[in-house]
């Protein structure tokens, strides 16, 4: 047998390995998962943390419950400056994150591999270079994510989320959007989407974009945090904020968005909130 030619059926076999693995070992394994018991006191995590859960009808509460018990079985959580992840930790990231897949495939969170919790907001040296000249910064940060399937998170600022679910401002939904919209390979504020969703999308975002931006250049008030005018991919993590914490101020005050928002998360958070 010719070199070629073993290398040709390692090729194949390593590829038929991959797909079994992808598709059959992973789909058997979380099969298998969600055969155990969703523990009890996960549940009391996310009736005291998570403030859509309560809302849900009981249907949606088991859905977001199998979603939360995979998203724990597969992510690490890793605590920084000496800070302790425990379950309540745990259960009150993972149930805001899945929020945002709880009508979408839970694959869209695969490559989401760790998620880094800090007690509090922490600080980022930040290095540039544009070749002739190198600049240092400092930065407070509350949240980030990467390309890489990491997000970081300040706990305490997970914690105001949760006890303020009408503020608009929630770092772990503002995080784990951006997750979604690297599926594409880049954070432009459009997560993948084709045909007429992607036509809507473009059009109804790119106006709301530049209305938010007009605003704030004329002093005007806003209707959307004004963080969210920084770039197209915050623009997208901001609306997602408001698009599950303050739905009826968000369709009342940009309507075509919130049916683009609507199309892409497949739900419709003015069904829960009476009062957002």
Same mark, same amino acid.
């Given at each position: 047998?010719? #070199?070629? @030619?073993?290398?040709?059926?390692?090729?194949?076999?390593?590829?038929?390995?991959?797909?079994? &693995?992808?598709?059959?070992?992973?789909?058997?394994?979380?099969?298998?998962?969600?055969?155990?018991?969703?523990?009890?006191?996960?549940?009391?995590?996310?009736?005291?943390?998570?403030?859509? &859960?309560?809302?849900?009808?009981?249907?949606?509460?088991?859905?977001?419950?199998?979603?939360?018990?995979?998203?724990?079985? =597969?992510?690490?959580? &890793?605590?920084?400056?000496?800070?302790?992840?425990?379950? #309540?930790?745990?259960?009150?990231?993972?149930?805001?994150?899945?929020? @945002?897949?709880?009508?979408?495939?839970?694959?869209?969170?695969? =490559?989401?591999?760790?998620? @880094?919790?800090?007690?509090? #907001?922490? $600080?980022?040296?930040?290095?540039? /270079? %544009?070749?002739?000249?190198?600049?240092? /910064?400092?930065?407070?940060?509350? *949240?980030?994510?990467?390309?890489? *399937?990491?997000?970081?998170?300040?706990?305490? =600022?997970?914690?105001?989320?949760?006890?303020?679910?009408?503020? !608009?401002?929630?770092?772990?939904? $503002?995080?784990?959007?951006?997750?979604? %919209?690297?599926?594409?390979?880049?954070?432009? !504020?459009?997560?993948?989407? /084709?045909?007429?969703?992607?036509?809507?999308?473009?059009? /109804?975002?790119?106006?709301?974009?530049?209305?938010?931006?007009?605003?704030?250049?004329?002093?005007?008030?806003?209707?959307? %945090?004004?963080? !969210?005018?920084? =770039?197209?991919?915050?623009?997208?993590?901001?609306?997602?904020?408001?698009?599950?914490?303050?739905?009826?101020? @968000?369709?009342?005050?940009?309507?075509?968005? &919130?049916?683009?928002?609507? !199309?892409?998360?497949?739900?419709?958070?003015?069904?829960?909130?009476?009062?957002?």
């Amino acid at each position: 047998m010719s #070199a070629a @030619l073993v290398f040709a059926v390692f090729a194949v076999t390593l590829i038929a390995a991959t797909v079994f &693995y992808l598709f059959f070992y992973r789909a058997w394994r979380r099969e298998r998962e969600l055969r155990a018991p969703f523990p009890t006191s996960w549940r009391e995590h996310l009736d005291a943390n998570v403030p859509l &859960y309560r809302r849900f009808p009981e249907a949606l509460k088991q859905t977001l419950e199998q979603r939360v018990q995979l998203f724990l079985s =597969e992510k690490e959580f &890793y605590g920084c400056d000496g800070f302790e992840v425990d379950d #309540a930790v745990r259960v009150t990231i993972a149930g805001h994150a899945c929020l @945002l897949i709880l009508a979408r495939p839970y694959s869209d969170f695969d =490559e989401v591999s760790s998620i @880094l919790v800090y007690p509090d #907001a922490y $600080h980022v040296r930040d290095i540039e /270079s %544009d070749g002739m000249i190198v600049s240092e /910064s400092n930065e407070i940060r509350a *949240g980030e994510a990467s390309s890489r *399937g990491q997000v970081v998170l300040a706990w305490r =600022e997970c914690q105001e989320a949760s006890r303020n679910p009408h503020s !608009g401002h929630n770092v772990m939904l $503002h995080e784990f959007a951006h997750q979604l %919209d690297y599926l594409d390979g880049t954070a432009d !504020g459009a997560p993948p989407l /084709s045909g007429e969703q992607a036509r809507h999308w473009q059009s /109804s975002m790119t106006t709301a974009y530049e209305d938010l931006r007009h605003s704030l250049r004329h002093h005007h008030r806003s209707w959307l %945090d004004p963080y !969210g005018a920084t =770039e197209p991919a915050e623009f997208f993590a901001v609306l997602t904020e408001a698009f599950f914490q303050q739905p009826r101020h @968000l369709k009342r005050e940009q309507p075509e968005v &919130y049916k683009a928002l609507q !199309g892409y998360y497949r739900l419709d958070p003015t069904a829960f909130w009476e009062d957002a």
